[in-house]
């Protein structure tokens, strides 16, 4: 997975508050947009979001 495309996607969360709204914006699956964040979480050794059920909250 490309580190680019983990970051676009975790700027795209933070803009449209949402892991489903990104990935509808960036023309990914929810899964997906889920799984580059993690990825980027993982290489940054850090949680960038706090999960819920509702929304990415900050």
Request: charged share 25%.
């Amino acid at each position: 997975m490309d580190r680019l495309e983990c970051d676009r996607m975790f700027v795209t969360v933070l803009e449209t508050g949402s892991f489903s709204a990104a990935a509808l914006r960036l023309g990914a699956s929810s899964s997906q947009a889920s799984k580059r964040v993690s990825k980027l979480e993982q290489q940054l050794g850090v949680q960038l979001f706090k999960r819920s059920t509702r929304a990415a909250a900050r």
